[in-house]
C-alpha cells in the first residue's frame, strides 16, 4: 500500500532556532499533503494544506511566516518552523493523497515530535 | 463546518472484555475512517467505511450514513489495543480531513 515516510521522528532544537520537516510519498505522486499538529491529548488539527508547485494554504490562526510549507515536488513536502519557541513544542503529523486512489488515498506519516527549549 | 463528535472520551477495559466506540458527524458524508493511534504516534488506519458493516479480526464497525454515526466495536481487548481510536471525516470540497477528538482507550491486563 501506499507510504508516507517523515523524517525526523523526534527534534529538540534550542529556542529561535529553525527546524525542517520532511514528508516524503514513496510510492506514489501527491498533489496535495497535509500538515497536521497534536498536542499532548488532544486531537490532530489541520494546519495547512500544501500543493505541489502553488503557494499552501493555511488554516486561520496558523502562522505562513512562522511554519514555512514548500512543496516543491509530487514526493516531497517540508515544513520548516522557524524561530522556534517552546510553545511550539508538538506533535507534526503530514499526510499524503494519492491523487490517483480518490477519496481512500490518504496515508499517514509517522509523525514528528518536536521539543523546544 | 462538519462537526465529528466521539464517545466516550476514555475507556478502561478488562484485557478480553469487549467494548463499543460512537462517532457522530453534523453533516453528510462520502467517506469515514477509523484510525488507531499508537504509544508511539503512529496513526494507523483501520477502515474505510461510508456505510455498512467490515470485520477485520477482532475489530468491526458500522457506519449508518442516514442517521450520521459509525460504531467500532473491538472484541476481546488485548493490552496491545491500547491508545487513541479517531474517527475522520474527509472533505472532499476542503481535501482534508476533520478529526473526532479520540477515544483514548486502556486496557489493562
Known amino acids: 500500500g501506499a507510504v508516507v515516510s517523515q523524517h525526523p521522528s523526534r527534534v529538540i532544537c534550542k529556542s529561535g532556532t529553525s527546524v525542517k520537516i520532511e514528508c516524503r510519498s514513496l510510492?506514489?505522486?501527491?498533489?496535495?499533503m497535509f500538515w497536521y499538529r497534536q498536542f499532548p491529548k488532544q486531537s490532530l488539527m489541520l494546519m495547512a494544506t500544501?500543493?505541489?508547485?502553488?503557494?499552501?494554504?493555511?488554516e486561520q490562526g496558523v502562522e505562513k511566516d512562522k511554519f514555512l510549507i514548500n512543496h516543491a515536488s509530487l514526493t516531497l513536502s517540508t515544513l520548516t518552523v522557524t524561530s522556534a519557541h517552546p510553545e511550539d513544542s508538538s506533535f507534526y503529523i503530514c499526510?499524503?493523497?494519492?491523487?490517483?486512489?480518490?477519496?481512500?488515498?490518504?496515508?499517514f506519516g509517522s509523525g514528528t515530535r518536536l521539543t523546544v527549549v | 463546518g462538519i462537526q465529528v463528535e466521539q464517545s466516550p472520551p476514555d475507556l478502561i477495559l478488562q484485557e478480553g472484555a469487549n467494548s463499543t466506540l460512537r462517532c457522530n458527524f453534523s453533516?453528510?458524508?462520502?467517506?469515514l475512517q477509523w484510525f488507531h493511534q499508537n504509544p508511539w504516534g503512529q496513526l494507523i488506519n483501520l477502515f474505510y467505511?461510508?456505510?455498512g458493516t467490515k470485520q477485520n479480526g477482532r475489530l468491526s464497525a458500522t457506519t449508518v450514513a442516514t442517521e450520521r454515526y459509525s460504531l467500532l466495536y473491538i472484541s476481546s481487548s488485548q493490552t496491545t489495543d491500547s491508545g487513541v481510536y479517531f474517527c475522520?471525516?474527509?472533505?472532499?470540497?476542503?481535501?482534508?480531513?476533520?478529526f473526532g477528538a479520540g477515544t483514548r482507550l486502556t486496557v489493562k491486563p
Open positions: 510510492d506514489f505522486q501527491a498533489t496535495t
Open positions: 500544501s500543493n505541489e508547485g502553488s503557494k499552501a494554504t493555511y
Open positions: 475522520a471525516v474527509p472533505i472532499w470540497d476542503n481535501n482534508d480531513m476533520r
Open positions: 467505511i461510508p456505510s
Open positions: 499526510s499524503a493523497r494519492d491523487s490517483g486512489a480518490g477519496i481512500y488515498g490518504y496515508t
Open positions: 453533516d453528510s458524508v462520502n467517506n
